[in-house]
């Protein structure tokens, strides 16, 4: 029996399966304005709602939002919430941070021209903090972090002329065709649930398990990957931390082998002001980074190395203005560019950071407790200023081991009990997330929640 068993044993199911029906029942009575809502919405949305993940939701229907500010939310059933899944990041600022609002306004409806494929001078303010954040001298807007990747592959593509890709089993990098790969005993395969892959995986992707540098360096030994795009600790399956040395030994070898290193600091961006990279020391050849530093307004960003950069540009055959497939009409537009310069200069400041780090301290403290105390065979981790519980005993050290560590009915349990009372964590996985408007009395509101679901759980 695997650890990830034994904790799943650990739980009387019957018990669960009863606890979890009557949590939907108070779910559904507390949000009859929201269920109404998601049932009319169904004749017109597909899955009813906007965008097909919002139905990650647990309880049979999502929450509908009426007002959203700092660290708190307003459903139209008038319920609030400490919210420490902040948009999945996106909110990492906090629910309109009252800079970001200003500088919306002034740049929308006071000078106005939010699209018009001219410059502002927001953006070099912006790629200056970013370089000094995270090292890479040049950088290029976006709209999201998928397209960050997307296109940070294409120019390491361009620029090495090898054809592949290398990424870990089970990341996650947006909607990116080529990272929703597995490593197999037999080599890559598409990982389950992927939709509509244009090609087979094999033919674009190697794939290695994270913190297993010899597995990687098998990977890169071929001689045609032209990047490894990876998160510094993944996040998306689970925080899972890179082993000490290991960061090193994935610099290590993909400058043996020629392989460029992206680091996808989307969610990683949490570990401080200029995420894994700045934190630990990390150097990569392109940094990519999405959604977290618009205070909300959609956004993105990829950093290249001077040297780098040169010899993209320097490439006569691509054509990087018009039809080359790096860029988008809306990229680095005037609104955008506002936001990020607003929530860079005046609301993710360093000292903003110590204060999220610490208040995630004191959660992940408070967890700790909690399963200590009640013998739980559970885990709690934390980087930076997130930090999430997983149920079984010891923290994974890749992406395969923490997906078998998933356990879908507890966690619908502890979703729905936290919701119906005040608290709401990401949908997607148990990571709760710090903004600068988080307080302590949010924190130990989710401590104390926590216990009791712990408590009735053990019965």
């Known amino acids: ?81 400490a919210d420490f899944c902040l948009g999945d990041t996106g909110a990492m600022a906090g629910h309109s941070p009252e800079p970001v609002r200003a500088a919306v306004t002034r740049r929308y409806v006071d000078f106005g021209g939010a699209t018009t494929m001219l410059p502002t001078q927001d953006a070099a303010w912006v790629a200056a903090d970013l370089a000094r954040r995270f090292g890479p001298a040049r950088w290029s807007f976006t709209l999201s972090a998928t397209d960050a990747n997307r296109w940070a592959l294409r120019i390491a593509r361009q620029v090495t002329g090898r054809p592949k890709v290398a990424v870990f089993s089970y990341c996650y ?44 360096e098998r990977e890169l030994a071929h001689g045609d990957v032209a990047a490894l795009l990876m998160e510094p600790a993944m996040t998306n399956m689970g925080i899972v931390l890179p082993e000490p040395g290991y960061l090193e030994a994935v610099r290590e070898v993909t400058r043996a082998h020629g392989t460029l290193l992206i680091n996808d600091e989307t969610h990683t961006f949490s570990a401080g002001p200029g995420g894994c990279t700045r934190a630990w020391g990390l150097d990569p050849d392109i940094v990519t980074i999405g959604k977290s530093i618009g205070g909300g307004i959609p956004c993105g960003a990829y950093g290249l190395s001077a040297a780098l950069a040169e010899r993209i540009l320097s490439d ?126 949010d924190v130990d509101a989710h401590t104390a929640a926590f216990a009791a679901a712990a408590d009735e759980l053990a019965g």
């Open 1 to 81: 029996m695997t650890p990830s068993q034994a904790a799943r044993s650990h739980v009387d199911r019957d018990r669960l399966a009863g606890l979890i029906a009557r949590e939907r029942r108070q779910y559904a009575a507390r949000h009859p304005s929201s269920r109404r809502a998601f049932e009319q919405a169904g004749e017109h949305l597909l899955g009813g709602v906007p965008m097909t993940w919002m139905r990650k939701w647990p309880g049979g229907f999502p929450l509908y939002l009426s007002t959203a500010r700092g660290a708190r939310i307003t459903d139209i059933d008038g319920n609030a919430f």
């Open 173 to 216: 990098h947006g909607s990116v065709d080529e990272s929703f790969v597995v490593a197999t005993p037999d080599g890559p395969r598409p990982r389950e649930g992927n939709t509509g892959a244009p090609v087979d995986p094999a033919l674009t992707t190697r794939a290695a398990e994270f913190n297993d540098a010899a597995a990687l």
């Open 316 to 441: 006569e055959t691509a054509d990087l203005v018009d039809t080359g497939g790096v860029g988008g009409t809306l990229a680095g537009n005037a609104l955008s560019v506002a936001a990020m310069r607003a929530t860079l200069e005046h609301v993710l400041t360093d000292q903003a950071f110590t204060e999220m780090i610490a208040l995630a301290g004191r959660f992940t403290a408070g967890v700790r407790e909690v399963i200590a105390s009640r013998r739980l065979p559970w885990h709690v981790t934390q980087l930076g200023a997130r930090a999430e519980y997983r149920f079984c005993p010891e923290p994974p050290r890749d992406g395969t081991a923490s997906r078998a560590a998933a356990d879908p009915q507890v966690e619908e349990y502890l979703h729905l009990y936290l919701a119906n009372r005040g608290v709401l964590i990401t949908p997607f996985h148990n990571m709760a997330l710090m903004c600068p408007a988080t307080t302590s009395a």
